[in-house]
């Protein structure tokens, strides 16, 4: 086990056979449950399919997303919603994070009551609670009747209807909270005290003590939320259905719109597959960047 | 001793089991899905139950759910093989059922003399009954009469054509300085009945006979029909006796239902429906049959609500038939399962129900009002289209409609762009 | 502003946004005790009358089971979820966060390019893999996989890699030179300093397979198995009347597990790496 060891040597030695077997579990996983399903789904996009029969056409799935106007625009959408709602919704839970993680009267209480929304999921409910605050008569148009605006159904109007999903996502922002308070109560407060011996202010601490130290957190939340973004679906599917022409249709609801609707699994399929590639992309960008902001401490 | 009766235990256990499984093995297992809300569950296993009674042999599994998913979960399912023996569908989903090869031919194995025999049809293919109707269903007008009493209208009566259906529309709208519309803009909302009216339109106005938008294979309507369609529309946004889409789009029948939130007086849907629109508001609502053309024409089809199938891996074809044949002929059946899955198949049933009827409610006489009345006009074979034909009804069609209404597109445009989609 | 008044401000701000937060879910409450043609109407958001007898109708409205069932099911597929997820993403993370191997950008590229392909067409693929090896209609088919990091693993995994990259390497470099086996420097040094990471993925394990829809559908036929998410929806048809206070009831009370867990740990995730104290 000396630290030398690990340079040298087979190209599997004891070492690498411990890091396999913490893999164990998982890689188990990926191989039984996981392969499979991903091989198939990719065979199928190189077919012509509806659930049942198949017809092999190779890249014809591929070659016929370039002229699809909805692909265009979905993916546009989609890009769209991404850039706005992740780093509206993670400064809010950082916000929110950073106002709850002392000891202060209630706190138990407030952490809970803010992680609510998060916890109610998207269930018809929610869909129901939505359109009433943002249908025509819904509370946010009684508000607005009270200083004599008549509004109309914002999530009926193409160009309100988005916002009215992101505000939704943003509601829902209690999981990034959570990761970020387990973070931040991870900085030792001696790093505090130690700014504060050196005169800085609170605002000063923030940006150069918990930033930086939060900063590996930040990635991590930056990351999976721009992937779970990228595939926002049941929102849109139970409140919008993509409408108003189609101002709200992300790629995995044009997804399952063309593999569960109009039956073509095939086509579905090179969609995902696309949709994967592009998630890859932007994570990788992301990667990149971050060995400019991201501060470990080994 | 004590490893003597130990042993015996075991022999006595080691029979028991045996006699069970072979005992077990006697019965027959039939797998039965179908989704609903609470009512329909208690309902149906209350008729499972009297089944299982009446034919010992018989052990019915029920699976049951909500809608949500059930198709997905369906198509899995078959995929893999293992669907129910008796598994619950509809027209729309047809299509993709019969090239998964999934349904099993039960001709001649139920009963259908008592069925109406367009119907019958609606649920066969190329001569072969993939299923049996479970309810009769039929579009209907759906009027707010507390709402029209209070802006002063006179309540439509029907029969009543087209014209005097809009220009009730536009009274509404008048009458009520433009707070409240005629009826939600039907096209233009992806669960929206745009295209089920659409059907209707073709025999109704547009002078059809048969197979009108599609047979069971292809589309066989022309762009002039869509544009003439979408240009009644855009005309009755034009003159709000429709709401405009930025209102409509998001129409459904609960939350967002403009019906219940009293900004229209109308609304068009499923006789199946109006229970569940009555249940949400107090107004006095009331179903009429749809609107008809000048010399009378309607266009009604006999369009099965609900359709018990038998699954192809089933091992048990003849049972499974046998059961849909009681479920919807036997004046048992029809006592305990009432309107639960909507109005009784069979005139039989009908009349049992009635006749044990003391728990009939004035919801439901209202609907059983109406269904007599369309029942009693001429129908049109209802066909099940191409494959993958609900991407033009759902996605499509509401998606036109929104540009037109938006002001991106003209009629004639998006009647263009809904052909070539087709083709 | 003296440090008191600042303090009563932060308060006063903290109620008036949680409320504001908390609108929607209000309306869900008030929802459940309205009568049904009270709710989508438009008009008081209060009932006229609270209908309090929401809770009993919903709770016993499933012919033959009661939502006490649902939850005792929720809870069994929840709980062998979360030890499953701990088990099996602690392992891995640890592996990815500190050990060196072949393949290591390889495969973390695989594990995040699991979370990346959207699971609607995978839906069908693992439901037959799934029919085959016998798992349908039991809770094999929900649990198992998470005894493998699958599902939500490669969240949980790429959570704890994070975190254990934040732990001084100094820690398991001493103990690497103590003589100690990488796994009990796993246990012993890295396990206890990433307990708020763990208690996180504890919590969304439980909540995610508490909320999970699809998956449960698919798998479970019968209803004697089923859990409150499936419940939750048997009130649901695509026609008939809904009882949707009934429904607003049983997902109110659907909320109050997993409200109560996170009420009642998070002190012990929030707190727990200040007493270890290993970093101060």
């Given at each position: 086990?000396?630290?030398?060891?690990?340079?040298?040597?087979?190209?599997?030695?004891?070492?690498?056979?411990?890091?396999?077997?913490?893999?164990?579990?998982?890689?188990?996983?990926?191989?039984?449950?996981?392969?499979?399903?991903?091989?198939?789904?990719?065979?199928?996009?190189?077919?012509?399919?509806?659930?049942?029969?198949?017809?092999?056409?190779?890249?014809?799935?591929?070659?016929?997303?370039?002229?699809?106007?909805?692909?265009?625009?979905?993916?546009?959408?989609?890009?769209?919603?991404?850039?706005?709602?992740?780093?509206?919704?993670?400064?809010?839970?950082?916000?929110?994070?950073?106002?709850?993680?002392?000891?202060?009267?209630?706190?138990?209480?407030?952490?809970?009551?803010?992680?609510?929304?998060?916890?109610?999921?998207?269930?018809?409910?929610?869909?129901?609670?939505?359109?009433?605050?943002?249908?025509?008569?819904?509370?946010?148009?009684?508000?607005?009747?009270?200083?004599g605006?008549?509004?109309?159904?914002?999530?009926?109007?193409?160009?309100?209807?988005?916002?009215?999903?992101?505000?939704?996502?943003?509601?829902?922002?209690?999981?990034?909270?959570v990761?970020?308070?387990?973070?931040?109560?991870?900085?030792?407060?001696?790093?505090?005290?130690?700014?504060?011996?050196?005169?800085?202010?609170?605002?000063?601490?923030?940006?150069?003590?918990?930033?930086?130290?939060l900063?590996?957190?930040?990635?991590?939340?930056?990351?999976?939320?721009?992937?779970?973004?990228?595939?926002?679906?049941?929102?849109?599917?139970?409140?919008?259905?993509?409408?108003?022409?189609?101002?709200?249709?992300?790629?995995?609801?044009?997804?399952?719109?063309?593999?569960?609707?109009?039956?073509?699994?095939?086509?579905?399929?090179?969609?995902?597959?696309?949709?994967?590639?592009?998630?890859?992309?932007?994570?990788?960008?992301?990667?990149w960047?971050?060995?400019?902001?991201?501060?470990?401490?080994? | 001793?004590?490893?003597?009766?130990?042993?015996?235990?075991?022999?006595?256990?080691?029979?028991?089991t045996?006699?069970?499984?072979?005992?077990?093995?006697?019965?027959?297992?039939?797998?039965?899905?179908?989704?609903?809300?609470?009512?329909?569950?208690?309902?149906?296993?209350?008729?499972?139950?009297?089944?299982?009674?009446?034919?010992?042999h018989?052990?019915?599994?029920?699976?049951?759910?909500?809608?949500?998913?059930?198709?997905?979960?369906?198509?899995?399912?078959?995929?893999?093989?293992?669907?129910?023996?008796?598994?619950?569908?509809?027209?729309?989903?047809?299509?993709?059922?019969?090239d998964?090869?999934?349904?099993?031919?039960?001709?001649?194995?139920?009963?259908?003399?008592?069925?109406?025999?367009?119907?019958?049809?609606?649920?066969?293919?190329?001569?072969?009954?993939?299923?049996?109707?479970?309810?009769?269903?039929?579009?209907?007008?759906?009027?707010?009469?507390?709402?029209?009493?209070?802006?002063?209208?006179?309540?439509?009566?029907?029969?009543?054509?087209?014209?005097?259906?809009?220009?009730?529309?536009?009274?509404?709208?008048?009458?009520?300085?433009?707070?409240?519309?005629?009826?939600?803009?039907?096209?233009?909302?992806?669960?929206?009945?745009?295209?089920?009216?659409?059907?209707?339109?073709?025999?109704?106005v547009?002078?059809?006979?048969?197979?009108?938008?599609?047979?069971?294979?292809?589309?066989?309507?022309?762009?002039?029909?869509?544009?003439?369609?979408?240009?009644?529309?855009?005309?009755?946004?034009?003159?709000?006796?429709?709401?405009?889409?930025?209102?409509?789009?998001?129409?459904?029948?609960?939350?967002?239902s403009?019906?219940?939130?009293?900004?229209?007086?109308?609304?068009?849907?499923?006789?199946?429906?109006?229970?569940?629109?009555?249940?949400?508001?107090?107004?006095?609502?009331?179903?009429?049959?749809?609107?008809?053309?000048?010399?009378?024409?309607?266009?009604?089809?006999?369009?099965?609500?609900?359709?018990?199938?038998?699954?192809?891996?089933?091992?048990?074809?003849?049972?499974?038939?046998?059961?849909?044949?009681?479920?919807?002929n036997?004046?048992?059946?029809?006592?305990?399962?009432?309107?639960?899955?909507?109005?009784?198949?069979?005139?039989?049933?009908?009349?049992?129900?009635?006749?044990?009827?003391?728990?009939?409610?004035?919801?439901?006489?209202?609907?059983?009002?109406?269904?007599?009345?369309?029942?009693?006009?001429?129908?049109?074979?209802?066909?099940?289209?191409?494959?993958?034909?609900?991407?033009?009804?759902?996605?499509?069609?509401?998606?036109?409609?929104?540009?037109?209404?938006?002001?991106?597109?003209?009629?004639?445009?998006?009647?263009?762009?809904?052909?070539?989609?087709?083709? | 502003?003296?440090?008191?008044?600042?303090?009563?401000?932060?308060?006063?701000?903290l109620?008036?946004?949680?409320?504001?937060m908390?609108?929607?879910?209000?309306?869900?409450f008030?929802?459940?005790?309205?009568?049904?043609?009270?709710?989508?109407?438009?008009?008081?958001?209060?009932?006229?009358?609270?209908?309090?007898?929401?809770?009993?109708?919903?709770?016993?409205?499933?012919?033959?089971?009661?939502?006490?069932?649902?939850?005792?099911?929720?809870?069994?597929?929840?709980?062998?979820?979360?030890?499953?997820?701990?088990?099996?993403?602690?392992?891995?993370?640890?592996?990815?966060?500190?050990?060196?191997?072949?393949?290591?950008?390889?495969?973390?590229?695989?594990?995040?390019?699991?979370?990346?392909?959207?699971q609607?067409?995978?839906?069908?693929?693992?439901?037959?893999?799934?029919?085959?090896?016998g798992?349908?209609?039991?809770?094999?088919?929900?649990?198992?996989?998470?005894?493998?990091?699958?599902?939500?693993?490669?969240?949980?995994?790429?959570l704890?890699?994070?975190?254990?990259?934040?732990?001084?390497?100094?820690?398991?470099?001493?103990?690497?030179?103590?003589?100690?086996?990488?796994?009990r420097?796993?246990?012993?040094?890295?396990?206890?300093?990433?307990?708020?990471?763990?208690?996180?993925?504890?919590?969304?394990?439980?909540?995610?397979?508490?909320?999970?829809?699809?998956?449960?559908?698919?798998?479970?036929?019968?209803?004697?198995?089923?859990?409150?998410?499936?419940?939750?929806?048997?009130?649901?048809?695509?026609?008939?009347?809904?009882?949707?206070g009934?429904?607003?009831?049983?997902?109110?009370?659907?909320?109050?597990?997993?409200?109560?867990?996170?009420?009642?740990?998070q002190?012990?995730?929030?707190?727990?790496?200040a007493?270890?104290?290993?970093?101060?």
């Amino acid at each position: 086990m000396k630290i030398i060891s690990r340079k040298k040597g087979p190209l599997i030695n004891r070492d690498h056979l411990t890091a396999y077997l913490f893999l164990a579990p998982w890689l188990i996983g990926i191989l039984f449950f996981t392969l499979w399903p991903f091989i198939t789904s990719f065979i199928m996009s190189l077919q012509e399919t509806n659930l049942f029969s198949t017809k092999f056409v190779g890249l014809d799935n591929y070659r016929a997303l370039l002229s699809d106007r909805r692909f265009i625009k979905s993916l546009k959408v989609t890009i769209k919603f991404v850039v706005i709602s992740v780093p509206l919704k993670l400064s809010f839970a950082l916000f929110i994070a950073m106002l709850l993680k002392d000891k202060i009267k209630g706190v138990n209480f407030f952490r809970s009551a803010l992680y609510l929304p998060s916890l109610i999921g998207t269930s018809v409910a929610v869909a129901a609670m939505w359109t009433q605050l943002f249908g025509p008569s819904g509370l946010i148009n009684d508000i607005l009747g009270i200083f004599g605006i008549q509004g109309k159904s914002w999530i009926a109007n193409p160009k309100t209807a988005l916002y009215v999903l992101v505000i939704l996502v943003v509601w829902q922002f209690g999981s990034s909270m959570v990761i970020f308070l387990s973070g931040l109560k991870n900085i030792p407060v001696s790093l505090y005290e130690a700014a504060e011996i050196d005169g800085a202010n609170k605002i000063q601490s923030f940006f150069y003590v918990t930033l930086p130290m939060l900063s590996p957190i930040i990635l991590f939340n930056l990351i999976l939320q721009t992937i779970g973004s990228f595939q926002t679906f049941t929102q849109a599917y139970i409140i919008t259905k993509g409408g108003p022409i189609n101002e709200t249709l992300f790629m995995v609801l044009y997804i399952y719109n063309k593999a569960f609707t109009a039956s073509e699994m095939g086509y579905a399929s090179a969609l995902s597959w696309v949709l994967l590639f592009v998630i890859l992309i932007v994570t990788g960008l992301i990667y990149w960047t971050s060995k400019y902001w991201v501060y470990y401490e080994s | 001793m004590l490893k003597k009766r130990i042993s015996f235990l075991i022999i006595a256990l080691l029979i028991l089991t045996l006699s069970v499984s072979v005992f077990a093995q006697e019965k027959i297992q039939l797998r039965v899905s179908w989704w609903g809300s609470e009512t329909r569950h208690q309902a149906t296993l209350d008729a499972i139950a009297l089944y299982e009674e009446l034919n010992p042999h018989v052990d019915i599994i029920p699976e049951y759910s909500g809608f949500e998913g059930f198709r997905n979960k369906l198509f899995s399912q078959v995929m893999a093989g293992n669907a129910p023996d008796i598994f619950t569908t509809v027209m729309e989903w047809y299509p993709d059922l019969r090239d998964a090869d999934a349904m099993v031919d039960i001709t001649g194995m139920v009963d259908v003399s008592g069925h109406n025999p367009m119907y019958v049809e609606a649920c066969s293919l190329d001569g072969k009954m993939y299923g049996v109707n479970l309810s009769v269903n039929g579009m209907v007008l759906i009027q707010n009469n507390t709402l029209l009493e209070k802006l002063g209208v006179e309540p439509l009566e029907a029969p009543y054509t087209w014209d005097e259906m809009v220009a009730k529309f536009q009274e509404v709208y008048e009458k009520s300085n433009g707070r409240v519309y005629g009826a939600p803009d039907f096209t233009a909302n992806p669960e929206g009945m745009g295209f089920d009216i659409f059907k209707y339109y073709g025999y109704s106005v547009l002078g059809y006979e048969d197979a009108f938008p599609f047979d069971n294979d292809k589309f066989t309507i022309n762009k002039e029909d869509i544009q003439s369609f979408l240009q009644f529309f855009a005309d009755m946004r034009e003159t709000n006796a429709i709401a405009p889409v930025d209102i409509s789009a998001m129409n459904d029948f609960s939350a967002n239902s403009l019906l219940i939130q009293n900004l229209t007086a109308y609304e068009i849907n499923y006789a199946g429906t109006f229970g569940r629109y009555q249940d949400q508001t107090t107004d006095d609502l009331q179903p009429l049959p749809m609107p008809v053309g000048p010399n009378g024409e309607s266009g009604d089809l006999a369009r099965p609500g609900l359709i018990f199938s038998v699954s192809k891996n089933s091992k048990h074809v003849e049972e499974a038939a046998k059961f849909i044949d009681w479920f919807t002929n036997s004046p048992e059946a029809a006592k305990i399962l009432k309107t639960s899955r909507g109005i009784l198949p069979t005139e039989v049933q009908r009349a049992a129900m009635l006749e044990a009827g003391s728990e009939i409610s004035a919801v439901d006489e209202k609907v059983m009002r109406v269904m007599d009345e369309i029942l009693q006009r001429e129908f049109k074979l209802a066909y099940v289209g191409p494959s993958g034909h609900a991407e033009i009804s759902s996605i499509i069609l509401p998606e036109i409609s929104q540009m037109i209404g938006f002001g991106l597109m003209t009629p004639e445009e998006g009647a263009e762009e809904i052909m070539m989609e087709i083709k | 502003m003296n440090y008191k008044q600042k303090r009563i401000l932060k308060h006063a701000f903290l109620i008036v946004f949680t409320l504001l937060m908390l609108y929607p879910v209000i309306w869900l409450f008030l929802g459940s005790v309205k009568a049904n043609h009270e709710i989508f109407t438009p008009g008081n958001i209060f009932p006229s009358e609270w209908l309090w007898s929401n809770y009993k109708k919903g709770w016993n409205a499933i012919p033959g089971y009661t939502f006490g069932n649902f939850f005792i099911n929720s809870f069994k597929i929840s709980i062998l979820i979360v030890i499953g997820s701990v088990f099996s993403t602690t392992l891995a993370a640890y592996a990815f966060a500190r050990l060196e191997f072949p393949l290591k950008n390889f495969l973390f590229t695989v594990l995040m390019a699991t979370l990346m392909l959207p699971q609607q067409v995978l839906l069908v693929p693992r439901y037959v893999l799934y029919s085959r090896l016998g798992w349908v209609n039991s809770y094999k088919a929900l649990t198992v996989p998470a005894f493998a990091a699958q599902f939500s693993g490669a969240f949980f995994i790429y959570l704890l890699v994070q975190f254990i990259r934040g732990i001084p390497r100094e820690l398991d470099e001493a103990a690497v030179v103590d003589g100690c086996s990488q796994f009990r420097i796993f246990w012993n040094i890295i396990m206890p300093n990433c307990k708020p990471a763990i208690f996180s993925v504890a919590l969304f394990a439980f909540m995610w397979s508490w909320d999970d829809f699809l998956n449960q559908l698919l798998y479970i036929n019968d209803v004697g198995k089923y859990t409150v998410s499936l419940g939750l929806r048997l009130f649901l048809d695509n026609a008939a009347a809904v009882s949707w206070g009934s429904l607003f009831a049983m997902s109110i009370l659907s909320l109050v597990p997993v409200v109560t867990i996170f009420f009642l740990a998070q002190n012990f995730f929030v707190e727990g790496i200040a007493t270890t104290g290993v970093k101060g």
